[in-house]
């Protein structure tokens, strides 16, 4: 692991990790924007929000600065990620521990209640059972009318070779290009991260917590919108689709 410096600032990171994800998602801040206008058109003027699988805090941090007045919990079950979200985010939010594969996640958030759940990119990481148990608990906690929006890639089927083989294309320019230009990798980036000593020390945690979640398969879009509607969500649809890349819209 390359010796943990403090030159580096939580901030530098998670500008970084932005760099990095935006080379594996296009037009990622589309997403963002789209969530956003969800947020702000629907929910109270300062709504209370649940930030899922947080990651460093992309979406927290994104709320915080652009809807005045909002509350934000954040989650995330990698101690690294949980870690530099905490940092970044400050007494802003509240950045709370647990893992959404664990059945019985919600009950640390029964405390508030939530106008809004945005999370992007972190729940490919489920199986579709582990999927529609977190569906099920959002909508066991979540008041009527309040919204669930997930941004994630979900990949075509095999019948649809072509949009499937597309997006695959797509995919690797748009990495090409930006890796080319010294976008960080994934790779890259957890070696930057390992230069704070902050999250240096939770990089075993990390690893031990991992150790076994081999990736599960992955769920496509009406998967998605079925599960939200068995789970109890009275509304279910797209608010944003580029190629393979989607955000999933539900209404409690």
Do not use: K
Not at 11 to 23: G, K, M, T, V, Y
Not at 155 to 165: N, S, V
Not at 218 to 237: I, K, N, Q
């Amino acid at each position: 692991m390359t010796a943990p410096t403090t030159s580096l600032t939580p901030r530098d990171l998670l500008a970084r990790w932005e760099e990095q994800q935006s080379a594996y998602v296009a037009h990622r801040e589309n997403r963002f924007e789209v969530m956003l206008d969800v947020l702000r058109l629907h929910s109270p003027a300062e709504p209370t929000v649940l930030d899922l699988a947080c990651g460093p805090g992309s979406i927290a941090d994104r709320v915080l600065a652009r809807v005045p007045g909002s509350r934000v919990v954040a989650t995330d079950y990698d101690p690294v990620l949980a870690r530099l979200a905490g940092m970044v985010l400050g007494d802003r939010a509240t950045v709370i521990d647990a893992d959404l594969a664990e059945p019985g996640w919600s009950r640390r958030f029964t405390e508030w209640r939530f106008d809004a759940v945005l999370t992007s990119t972190a729940l490919h990481w489920l199986s579709p059972r582990q999927l529609l148990s977190v569906y099920t608990e959002l909508a066991a906690i979540l008041p009527p009318g309040a919204v669930l929006l997930n941004a994630d890639h979900l990949r075509f089927g095999p019948e649809h070779p072509t949009l499937a083989e597309v997006s695959a294309r797509h995919d690797e320019q748009v990495q090409r290009v930006a890796f080319t230009a010294g976008t960080p990798t994934w790779d890259e980036w957890w070696a930057l991260a390992g230069r704070l000593p902050e999250l240096a020390e939770r990089m075993p945690e990390r690893e031990r917590r991992f150790a076994g979640r081999p990736p599960q398969p992955l769920a496509p879009p009406a998967f998605h919108l079925a599960a939200l509607r068995t789970a109890g969500f009275a509304e279910a649809g797209t608010v944003w689709q580029y190629l393979d890349d989607y955000v999933v819209f539900a209404r409690r």
